[in-house]
């Protein structure tokens, strides 16, 4: 038995398209998908639905910026910005294991260990300028310590 073919059914007057015009027939045993392509931060579930990613944890932009700054200031105020990275360091490490410990709580894993990897260069950087300091403060006074004058006079 064959059916008649229908003719294609055009656009309306008003410019819209007829019910599925354009579209894919559904496949058999796969749920049909609705709707555009998922959006920038949103995850599909296994049923083909999409679902909001969830959010950002508190510190992990937090822990990105301030290591950002504590690195920046190292070329733009010689420094003075670097104790900022120990900070930076310490927040981003515990944003990173909580978002490991729950990752369907949270997302931001990528902010809080650029943080932390920005924190530990900084904390470094931190540590040794202030032994570099300390080395010059101490040959400075082992150096004054060590060198007398003498005002004697030959009359």
Not at 29 to 46: D, I, L, M, R, T
Request: charged fraction near 10%; aromatic fraction near 10%.
């Amino acid at each position: 038995m064959t059916y008649p073919e229908q003719p294609p059914q055009e656009p309306s007057s008003d410019g819209e398209q007829p019910a599925g015009y354009g579209q894919p027939a559904p496949v058999y045993g796969q749920p049909p998908v609705y709707g555009q392509p998922p959006a920038y931060g949103q995850q599909q579930s296994s049923m083909g639905y999409f679902a909001p990613s969830p959010p950002k944890h508190p510190s992990a932009t937090t822990s990105m910026i301030l290591g950002i700054v504590g690195l920046a200031g190292i070329l733009v105020a010689c420094g003075v910005t670097l104790p900022v990275a120990p900070f930076a360091w310490y927040f981003g490490a515990k944003a990173v294991k909580e978002i490991d410990a729950e990752p369907g709580r949270y997302s931001g894993r990528s902010e809080a260990n650029a943080g932390k990897i920005t924190g530990i260069i900084g904390t470094v950087l931190l540590i040794l300028g202030v032994l570099f300091f300390v080395g010059i403060i101490a040959l400075g006074l082992l150096g004054a310590a060590s060198t007398t004058t003498s005002y004697e006079s030959d009359y």
